[in-house]
């Protein structure tokens, strides 16, 4: 069975720019989380979807959004980059309470 | 939320030695995961274990849910087993430690 995949692995943007990432979950988990990871911050939660609708949600600003389509893939949106944007973002899916984590997209805001 | 702690925070061992890693949490929760990450940001899962023990070669885990800490044993160290790892707890949603930063030299 394939493993979570994440698009793009890398990426690179201006301060105002927007970016969207994107998450293909495990065949037949229906949910997806979205987490950030800083030096400083360490892990932290943005959000998790589950069946196209948000089930949770982490404190995160407003520029951070997301969705999920009906075939569970996940996108992740952010606006108006900032260079504390800049950070690693793993996408996780699961079926039950395990979580499985995709490889990450390591996005630069300069 | 749930307050997770990881100790201690760096660890550096001979090849060979073996080691224990520290994982306290604040409040009951529905799942306790153990994560690798590799020096390329992927978390490897370990350990699927909200409570007992379990284990996978040279690693095992023991989680006491009642007491709120879990513990991850290595030994026979191997310089593959450098990095960072991970206890992660799940309440209404996935709070993460600050991690365990290994180095094993040869």
């Known amino acids: 069975k394939a493993g979570v995949t994440q698009t793009p692995r890398y990426l690179i943007k201006t301060r105002g720019q927007q970016v969207t990432l994107s998450c293909s979950p495990i065949s037949g988990h229906r949910s997806v989380s979205w987490y950030q990871q800083t030096p400083g911050q360490g892990l932290q939660f943005l959000f998790e979807y589950f069946s196209e609708t948000q089930r949770n949600k982490g404190n995160f600003p407003g520029r951070f959004s997301g969705r999920q389509f009906s075939n569970s893939r996940s996108e992740m949106n952010v606006s108006t980059l900032e260079l504390g944007d800049s950070a690693l973002y793993l996408c996780a899916s699961s079926l039950g309470y395990e979580q499985f984590f995709g490889p990450g997209t390591r996005l630069t805001v300069l | ?103 094993v030299i040869p």
């Open chain 2, 1 to 103: 939320g749930i307050q997770v702690e990881q100790s201690p925070p760096d660890l550096i061992l001979q090849e060979g030695a073996n080691s224990t890693l520290r994982c306290n949490f604040s409040d009951s929760v529905n799942n306790l995961q153990w994560f690798h990450q590799n020096p390329w940001g992927q978390l490897i899962n370990l350990f699927y274990i909200p409570s007992g023990t379990k284990q996978n070669g040279r690693l095992s885990a023991t989680t006491v849910a009642t007491e709120r800490y879990s513990l991850l044993y290595i030994s026979s160290s191997q310089t593959t087993d450098s990095g960072v790892y991970f206890c992660a707890v799940a309440g209404n949603q996935f709070y993460f430690g600050t991690g365990t930063s290994l180095t």
